[in-house]
Each structure stands twice: as structure tokens, then as C-alpha cells.
């Protein structure tokens, strides 16, 4: 666990933890397997299968299970063909920003944190989230899945930040809503903040033991004392 005194930047997760985007993605799931005529899936399962990228996402639908099957090649690419027209023509509808997001990132940059979003989510659709959101400009960096060969758990995607903000691990924090991110903070040598809230995919975040458990966001100024401008 780092001194969060050394803390310097901060990564965040995106979906489950600063956007509720269920019903977005439920409706572009739903959809992509209405064209395709593949049964109807729940807003439950899809809460509960969110967190390993859209690909995955995808296939526990077609399979309508978590741990998926072999999934027909050609099938898939029509599928995931209509999720990403459906997924981005929607990419301003249908989500919302968690409670008091925008008031504690604006309190976190004012204390003088540099800030990153680094989430399994396809990176084509990353910045167009968090601009339609209006917390775009918070973050010097965002990573989406598909732009490195990694995704969360593999530590990579955080490694790649920790190079880009020239960092090392202790000068950074991650906070997320999932297992993904708790083990891809504790292979990265990294401090990790997991939020109760968020999807996990059914599991209470406290069973995967991150430095702190938060259950709200706002609670993360007042763990970093973030309410003054920091010298």
C-alpha cells in the first residue's frame, strides 16, 4: 500500500465506476442480437457480464452464460458489427455519471493530480463517452481496450500510463469497480481503491481485497484529503 502523500496521479476505471453505462450497452447488446435473431438477453445479465470488453461482453450474450462456449466465427463479426453501430449512434444517450463525479474530479484536479482513465472498453468509443458526458477535459490521458496488446487484468494498460505521466507505481493510484482492476493494480505494483457500487460482475469488491473500499465517489477526496490545492 503507498503513501498516498507520493500519490501523483490517479487512474480510473470508466464504466462501474465514474459512468453507469447498463442501459447503453443493454440496449446495443439487445439490439445486435435482435438483428442476428439470437434470443433476448436482461439489463441483469448484462450488468452482471460487463468488464472484459465489449468482445466478451458479446460472447457471454450469444452464449447467454458468464463462462461462454465456442462462439461461431462469422456469427460474432455480424454481431459485433451491429453492437458498434448501434453502440456509438447511442453513445450520448442512455447512461449517467455517478453521484457527485464531476464536483470530485474538479476537487482532485484542483489539489494538483494528473488523472487517466484506462478502461476494457473499445477505445474508439472512449473519448466520445466522456466528452457527451462533459469530464473529458479532466483527463491527460485515456486507454481504451484494443489500443495496446493487453487488457485489464494484465497489468500493461497500467504500466503504459505509469510511462506515459514518467511515474513510477507508488506515485499512483487506481480506482475501480472490478476485479479486472484490483488484479491489474496489485500486478502492477499499485495502490488500488475499489468502489462498492460498480458492476463486478455480481461479486461484492471487497472479496478481491483492494487497499481501500469506497461507497461513493465523492469519499475519494476525502481519502486523499483533496480539498485544498496542494503545494
Not at 460472447?59 to 463462462?67: E, L, P, V
Not at 493530480?113 to 479532466?138: C, R, W
Not at 481496450?145 to 494498460?157: F, M, T, W
Not at 499512483?172 to 482492476?181: A, E, F, P, Q, Y
Request: aromatic share 8%; net charge negative.
Amino acid at each position: 500500500m503507498s503513501d498516498l502523500n507520493r500519490i501523483k496521479v490517479i487512474l480510473f476505471d470508466l464504466d462501474g465506476t465514474l459512468i453507469d453505462s447498463v442501459p447503453q450497452l443493454y440496449l446495443a447488446v439487445q439490439a445486435a442480437l435482435t438483428v442476428n435473431n439470437l434470443p433476448d438477453v436482461s439489463i441483469e445479465q448484462v450488468r452482471e457480464w460487463i468488464g472484459n470488453g465489449a468482445e466478451i461482453l458479446l460472447k457471454r450474450a450469444m452464449s447467454r452464460q458468464y463462462h461462454f462456449q465456442d462462439i461461431d466465427d462469422h456469427l460474432f463479426k455480424q454481431v459485433k458489427t451491429a453492437f458498434d453501430e448501434h453502440y456509438q449512434a447511442g453513445i450520448d444517450k442512455d447512461y449517467s455519471l455517478y453521484p457527485a463525479v464531476s464536483e470530485t474530479l474538479s476537487l482532485l484536479a484542483h489539489a494538483g493530480y494528473s488523472m487517466a482513465v484506462v478502461t476494457n472498453k473499445p477505445d474508439e468509443f472512449v473519448q466520445p463517452l466522456l466528452q457527451s458526458a462533459g469530464i473529458s477535459h479532466f483527463f491527460t490521458h485515456t486507454l481504451g481496450g484494443g489500443r495496446l496488446p493487453q487488457k485489464k487484468p494484465d497489468p500493461l494498460p497500467l504500466q503504459y500510463l505509469c510511462e506515459q505521466f514518467k511515474v513510477t507505481p507508488g506515485e499512483t493510484l487506481m480506482v475501480g469497480d472490478s476485479r479486472n482492476d484490483i488484479q491489474a493494480a496489485r500486478a502492477a505494483g499499485i495502490s488500488v481503491v475499489g468502489l462498492s457500487y460498480g458492476y463486478n460482475h455480481g461479486e461484492p469488491i471487497e472479496d478481491s481485497q483492494p487497499d481501500w473500499v469506497l461507497h461513493r465517489f465523492d469519499e475519494l477526496a476525502l481519502l486523499l484529503n483533496a480539498t485544498e490545492v496542494r503545494n
